[in-house]
């Protein structure tokens, strides 16, 4: 986790000060329970080695000044600690707000200013989950200036808020418990409706995670993702009407389909349906992955992919195309999109020898049919937020 001698650099040249304080926050993958945060449903996330690093150091006023290397044009970003009202021309520094305001609004003290420097190398609007990974950056940075006593799940369910309440994205909490619990090589099994969770090692043996991102921009704020909650929403509302249930996620397969005509609409059926089986889907996930059923594990991707295409209809020809090209490829045990949708990236199950010539196959098809090029990471199950020291090792303090 090596910070990067430019960025220590770059703090000095912008800020006319040292930042001597170094921090680290992961961005996310899914292995698979895509939709079923929000409806009291299993997922089962893991934090990897992409993600957001930043440079910090207090100041003595009131000002919070704030730049990243991914938006030069922007410039240094200032505000003042007791003016925190979103600003849509403040883009990303409108994160960097609502952290501090729900940590305040959380009974916590935030006196003073502090200049910050921050650095992802999660691609944008990949859906890799690069605004979870900043929120919790920026609690732990707060925890550290400030000397928080802040509980990790507390953090967590601030960063929720963020999303929520200050950005307006009406979104679960997978992101931000996978960014702020995550563990190397391991995915995290959570129970969105209770918040119990089991860290679950990945041994994946021959074969490695492949991120493929469509390259295509996703704007979850402006996508269907508010529509498809509230759907599900009104699914639910349909079912409660006789079935005494506190979400779809209470639900297995063969209730749902006893009781389905009570939702009386098609769309909604096929939605609940979704969040319904992918939930079942992620259950037996864990089961198969701690079983060293990899060929299970698989097709359960396939299955997965196939709901979200045809039922929740969130995928679009872009994922499609990548994901029915890997699903194709000889030594692939199973591909499905991962996040919200819309555009973003999918992930396959890829034999590690192979992933040159998995790479080429897939990249070609998809430039043909889609007119630009995807682009492939391997994906590394890395630590969640944590402060690291100047030479990138994670800090015990």
């Not at 929740?312 to 029915?324: F, H, Q, R, S």
Request: contains cysteine.
């Amino acid at each position: 986790m090596e910070i990067n001698p430019t960025l220590k650099a770059k703090f000095l040249d912008v800020f006319r000060i040292n930042g001597n304080n170094y921090y680290f926050s992961p961005g996310r993958i899914n292995l698979i329970g895509e939709h079923t945060d929000y409806n009291g449903g299993h997922v089962f996330p893991a934090s990897i080695t992409y993600g957001t690093y930043g440079v910090a150091t207090p100041r003595k006023d009131k000002t919070v000044s704030v730049y990243s290397t991914n938006f030069e044009d922007l410039g240094v970003i200032n505000f003042e600690i007791d003016q925190l009202v979103y600003d849509k021309k403040d883009n990303w520094a409108n994160y960097v707000k609502g952290m501090i305001l729900k940590v305040q609004q959380a009974g916590y003290s935030i006196d003073h200013g502090f200049d910050l420097l921050i650095e992802g190398n999660i691609p944008n609007g990949t859906g890799l989950s690069s605004s979870a990974s900043l929120e919790l950056l920026i609690g732990v940075v707060l925890e550290d200036l400030f000397n928080l006593a802040i509980d990790r799940l507390t953090l967590v369910q601030l960063g929720q808020k963020v999303e929520n309440e200050f950005i307006g994205v009406n979104s679960g909490i997978m992101d931000q418990f996978a960014v702020g619990f995550g563990e190397q090589n391991q995915a995290i099994l959570l129970d969105t409706n209770t918040l119990d969770y089991e860290m679950v090692p990945v041994q994946l043996n021959d074969y490695a995670i492949v991120i493929m991102n469509t390259n295509k921009r996703r704007e979850l704020s402006e996508s269907k993702y508010n529509e498809r909650r509230n759907q599900c929403e009104e699914a639910l509302n349909r079912l409660q009407q006789t079935l005494d249930i506190p979400s779809l996620g209470a639900l297995d397969t063969e209730t749902f389909e006893k009781n389905r005509e009570l939702i009386g609409d098609d769309t909604l059926i096929r939605r609940a349906r979704h969040a319904v089986t992918e939930n079942q889907r992620t259950l037996l996930a864990k089961k198969e992955l701690v079983q060293g059923n990899l060929t299970a594990f698989g097709k359960l991707l396939n299955a997965s992919h196939h709901s979200l295409r045809f039922d929740y209809e969130v995928t679009g020809i872009e994922l499609d195309t990548l994901v029915d090209a890997a699903q194709k490829q000889p030594d692939v045990l199973g591909a499905r999109m991962t996040g919200a949708g819309f555009g973003g990236c999918a992930i396959a199950l890829v034999k590690e020898t192979t992933i040159p010539t998995f790479k080429k196959t897939v990249h070609d098809i998809y430039k043909q049919a889609i007119g630009y090029a995807p682009e492939f990471y391997v994906a590394h199950i890395g630590p969640g937020t944590q402060k690291i020291d100047k030479d990138g090792e994670y800090s015990n303090s």
